[in-house]
Structure formats: C-alpha cells, structure tokens
C-alpha cells in the first residue's frame, strides 16, 4: 500500500511524455508508370550506312547497310571508303553466295568501316574556318593564315614569315595573303589554295629530280591532282600526277609518295619487287605509308 507522502510526490512530479505517435502510412501513387522503352531501342546495334544502300547484313552486333553491285567480274569484290561498304558481284553469283561472302569477311568490312569513321571524323575536326588568324597544316608545321591588305602578292600569292622572337626557340610561321580584313572565307581559302599549288608544283619537282637518278628512271611532266584520296599515279610515258594537298604532310610522307611514283617507272604493279624498288631509296616506307593513312589533313 502507497503511503501517503508517497502519494504526495507522485502529484507534484511531472508527466511523462506519451510515446509518439506512430507515423501515417505512406499513399501509394496510382498515377501509372510509363511504358518500358522496347529491347530492340536498347540494344540497337552499331550502325553503318551507305548513302546508297540496297542491302544489309548484320555482322555480330553491328548492323551494316551496303550498296550492292552487279558487273562484269570473275569474283566478289569488297571496297570500302568515306561513304561506307560498296560489294560487288558477277552477275552470275546468287545472292546467298553473295551474302555468305559478306558474313565470312565481317570482322574485316567492320574493321575497315569503323577505320574509315574515325578518319571522317579526324577530318571534320581538322577542317579549317577560313578567316584572318585561320590555321592549316604546311609541311607538318602549323602555319597562321595573316590577312595583309598592304600587299597584293601578285607574283607569289602571298609570302611566308617565320617569327622566333614572340617564343623563343619556337618558330612561329604566318602566311601574308593581300585580302582585307572583311574578306570573304572562299577568297581566303582560294588565295592559301594558290599559294600551296605553287610551293607543292616547286617542291614536287625538286624531289622528283632527287630520286629519279637513285632509282634510274626519268620522269617527263608533273601534273598537279586534286584527286580526293589518290595521292599520285605514274604512266609508262615517264608522266607523274602528284595530290598537291600532300604539302601538308611532313618531307619524309612526300618523298615516299614520290619514291612511289617513279619506281612504277621500272615497276608497274605492286609486286614484291616494286616494293623492293621504294624500300631502295626510301628504307622506312612502311612507316610512312602508315602516316599518309592515318594523319588528318584539312578537308577542301
């Protein structure tokens, strides 16, 4: 029995505080979810298109869209360039032939078509916005486009400066063209265009009197190309065309390119023995081929 002082104390104590409340339950959303994206969006595969294409072949994962074609062949046949995959056929072959060749070369029409666009995308990085201050490739060097309204240049097309005082021991190198400052962008890459023709015409023919003699052969007219990836062609008749865009490239990628052209003079295919003509003159050729594939130059 609780005496009566403990009774006393246990008024004047104070409450103790009731327990929580328990917290409400959480609403469930009747607002419904939205629909699942379908499977073949996810895992689309990898896709090359041909702006002409009639067929397609999926090769692993990657989905690959071709343009076919028949002609007068002894075999099927597989290019490939900027645009995508080209395959063509005798008119003769079926098409289940024809896509049993394709299936049996994928792993090489994927490499080469995943190759082809990184290269597009290298040169779409490289293409050049054609203003006063514009850069391009010249000889391996980074040259600055400087419009110069001073001078017209008739007799050059413009004149190269090489400045080593604004960076010390770094040769800065800048184009002088005659065009005003509010030039428009097609005169600028015209007059740098010129420009590049002459130096190429000039420099072509000294290397081609260099190792004409090395190699025994004579050449007997140059001709400048503006072909867009044939570098250079040679005729029995001792005529050479040469890509007058290879200025952009380094002296050591023009000289094979030249060695190239005159040893089809002694050789015209691509035998082990014209390769064992350029490896006379130009022993690293192999590395430098590699350079002419792979170096992004400006698209024109």
């Known amino acids: 029995m609780q005496s009566p002082f403990q009774f006393l104390l246990d008024l004047f104590d104070e409450p103790k505080p009731l327990p929580p409340a ?9 607002v419904p979810a939205a629909p ?20 397609e072949a999926l090769l692993g994962d990657v989905l690959v869209a071709y343009e076919f074609r028949r002609g007068k ?18 008119r003769w072959v079926p098409l289940g032939e024809v896509d049993q060749a394709v299936r049996s070369k994928s792993k090489w029409i994927v490499n080469k078509l995943e190759a082809a666009r990184e290269r597009n995308e290298r040169l779409e990085a490289a293409r050049i916005e054609w203003k006063d201050g514009a850069t391009f490739p010249y000889l391996g060097e980074t040259v600055i486009v400087v419009l110069d309204p001073r001078h017209d240049f008739r007799e050059t097309g413009g004149v190269l400066h090489t400045d080593t005082e604004t960076l010390p021991g770094v040769a800065r190198m800048t184009l002088h063209i005659g065009l005003a400052q509010n030039a428009q962008p097609a005169q600028i890459r015209d007059a740098v265009q010129a420009w590049l023709m002459r130096q190429a015409k000039k420099l072509f023919t000294e290397r081609l009197h260099h190792y004409a003699p090395q ?15 044939l570098w250079g062609t040679a005729h029995s008749d001792g005529s050479i065309r040469l890509n007058w865009r290879l200025v952009h490239f380094r002296l050591p990628v023009i000289d094979y390119v030249v060695a190239h052209e005159l040893s089809h003079l002694r050789v015209m295919d691509h035998s082990p023995r014209f390769w064992e003509t350029v490896k006379t003159v130009v022993p690293n050729y192999p590395e430098l081929r590699g350079a002419l594939k792979e170096e992004a130059i400006p698209a024109w």
């Open 22 to 30: 328990p917290a409400p339950a959480p609403v469930l959303s009747l």
């Open 36 to 55: 699942a994206e379908p499977l073949d969006k996810v895992c689309s595969p990898q896709a090359f298109r041909h702006p002409d294409a009639n067929r």
């Open 215 to 229: 190699l025994g052969v004579q050449w007997r007219k140059l001709t400048l190309s503006s072909a867009g990836t």
């Open 73 to 90: 062949r002894k075999n099927i046949g597989f290019s490939v360039g900027p645009e995508g995959l080209v395959v063509s056929a005798p």
